[in-house]
Every structure is written in structure tokens, then in C-alpha cells.
Nanobody, 125 residues
């Protein structure tokens, strides 16, 4: 069993920055992918970014490319999402998730079997 705990959400003005953290504990895997998703009210959960833990490769949604950066700290088993130049349309609940089946990045939420509880990010205009 894997536990994922997000932190770092909050309220920020447009153009501001936030850094989300996701600490993982419990069962470990030899190769896996950590991802960030978000869900705004009335919308489906969407892929934001992901990082292949063993290879360090990253992938981003077009809507956040160039503004968000995903990174990892192997010693702390923590993944981060640095969000810069935030826009009101970035407002959502952000979830971190684990795909333990593949070191290759797959963007569909159906591939991620473990999820955190979510953290709210609100960007005011």
C-alpha cells in the first residue's frame, strides 16, 4: 500500500507562484511514474505533469508547459510541482498520483493506481 500526501496549495494572485509537494510512503517500486493531475469544478480530471522516477524524464500538458516544472527528491520520496505565472484557469484541486506499472509516462488517469487526497489551488484575477 502506498500513501501519497500533497501539500502547498493555497490562494495566489494571477502571475504568482506556488510549489506543491507530494510525499510518498509505504510500498516501494523499482520503476514507476509520479504524476500531477487537476480537477476544476464541473470538469474532468486532467493530466498536468509527470516524471519517470528511474529515468527522470518529464512530460507536461500543453496548457502548463513553460510555466510548471515537475521534479523529484529521491531521498525524501517526494515529488514537487513548481507553478509559476499562474492564471485563473489553473484554479483546481491538484492531485498527485502513482503509476507503479511502468517507467514510461502514460497520461491517462486510469493508469495511476494510487492517489493523494488533493490540495486546492485558487488563482485570483
Amino acid at each position: 500500500q502506498v500513501q501519497l500526501v500533497e501539500s502547498g496549495g493555497g490562494l495566489v494572485q494571477a502571475g504568482g507562484s506556488l510549489r506543491l509537494s507530494c510525499a510518498s510512503s509505504g510500498r516501494t517500486f523499482s520503476s514507476y511514474t509520479m504524476g500531477w493531475f487537476r480537477q476544476a469544478p464541473g470538469k474532468e480530471r486532467e493530466f498536468v505533469a509527470a516524471i519517470s522516477w528511474s529515468m527522470g524524464r518529464t512530460s507536461y500538458a500543453d496548457s502548463v508547459k513553460g510555466r510548471f516544472t515537475i521534479s523529484r527528491d529521491n531521498l525524501k520520496n517526494t515529488v514537487y510541482l513548481q507553478m509559476n505565472s499562474l492564471k485563473p484557469e489553473d484554479t483546481a484541486v491538484y492531485y498527485c498520483a502513482l503509476d507503479s506499472s511502468s517507467p514510461l509516462i502514460r497520461r491517462g488517469p486510469e493508469y495511476f493506481g494510487s492517489w493523494g487526497q488533493g490540495t486546492q489551488v485558487t488563482v485570483s484575477s
